[in-house]
């Protein structure tokens, strides 16, 4: 969404949240404008890469979330902390720069999958302190459903200078959701489906279930049939079913990558504050002693 406000001394980001496919299309060859292409798939996680070399935006380059947008699976003190961790900052930071990122780069991010790869792209790069980060609308499908071009070159980019700036995120660890859970201080929302949420049909954890008093929205309900997000007032309508006050959300989901997709959402609603648990239910349902809750469906 285009920004409102510009500072007497550094423009404001242009894009902060979605851009468009053709908005995307009239800024392409902008110098310093930077595409990461974010497709990805669980199941295999080549299938990004593959598809990338096959055919993505003019400019784009390939981020994986594994290699590059995530961490060591055990913390220091040996103890697993989720399937997709975040890596660490300084080397994230490193990363940025191989992208050709600077402090007033604008970055667009994509996926294929309805932004959830790319809105945990858009968030890390705000952990960052990098404003000026948007999800394109739609994503690749949107870019080829405009009729615009794709491409099989590869971009070298020269080296950026972005700095590890204060962060414009808020983050939860597994001892703070452990201490509020059940307080008036913190109101989880899980991004995953509802069968998983419920305890049905996990496959990718080893335990059903959801953690206690947390409240279900599943993240592709941000999204319209075209697969493009609902507008601001939708998507306002529909978290304040179960948000109140934005500042005490907590969001998480298997492992901490749609649950980003809610907190894009939430930004583009104008609901701002919300926190992310990282290392969500993969990390909490790793230690049998954290109480869980699985519905049974009768």
């Known amino acids: 969404m285009p920004s409102s406000s510009l500072s007497p001394l550094t423009p404001s980001p242009s894009f902060t949240t979605l851009i468009s496919a053709n908005e995307l299309a009239q800024h392409l060859n902008e110098k310093?404008?930077?595409?990461?292409?974010c497709r990805h798939a669980l199941i295999n996680t080549e299938a990004g890469r593959i598809a990338f070399n096959e055919g993505h935006i003019p400019n784009a380059q390939f981020v994986h979330l594994d290699d590059d947008l995530s961490g060591n699976k055990v913390n220091s003190s040996?103890?697993?902390?989720?399937?997709h961790p975040l890596p660490d900052r300084a080397m994230f930071v490193a990363k940025c720069r191989s992208w050709g990122i600077n402090d007033d780069t604008q970055v667009i991010v994509y996926d294929a999958h309805?932004?959830?790869?790319?809105?945990?792209?858009?968030?890390m790069l705000r952990w960052i302190g990098h404003e000026a980060v948007a999800v394109l609308d739609g994503g690749l499908p949107a870019w080829m459903a405009e009729n615009h071009s794709l491409s099989r070159e590869i971009v070298v980019p020269q080296l950026g200078s972005v700095n590890d700036k204060p962060p414009l995120v808020k983050t939860v660890n597994?001892?703070?959701v452990l201490a509020n859970m059940q307080s008036d201080e913190m109101k989880i929302i899980d991004a995953r489906s509802p069968d998983r949420f419920r305890g049905e049909n996990e496959t990718l954890d080893k335990i059903g279930g959801h953690i206690p008093g947390a409240k279900n929205h599943f993240f592709k309900n941000n999204l319209k049939p075209s697969g493009?997000?609902?507008?601001?007032?939708?998507?306002?309508?529909?978290?304040?079913?179960i948000v109140k006050d934005p500042?005490?959300?907590?969001?998480?989901?298997?492992s901490g990558v749609t649950a980003c997709h809610n907190l894009l959402g939430l930004e583009v609603a104008g609901m701002h504050g919300a926190a992310l648990y990282v290392g969500?239910?993969?990390?909490?349902?790793?230690?049998?002693?954290?109480?869980?809750v699985a519905e049974k469906i009768v």
């Open 32 to 37: 310093n404008w930077i595409v990461l292409d």
């Open 78 to 83: 040996g103890l697993f902390c989720g399937r």
């Open 114 to 123: 309805g932004g959830i790869f790319a809105a945990r792209c858009w968030w």
């Open 174 to 176: 597994v001892e703070d």
């Open 228 to 241: 493009c997000f609902k507008s601001a007032s939708d998507l306002r309508a529909e978290f304040s079913l």
């Open 247 to 254: 500042q005490l959300v907590v969001t998480q989901c298997g």
């Open 280 to 292: 969500s239910w993969s990390e909490w349902c790793a230690d049998p002693l954290r109480p869980v």
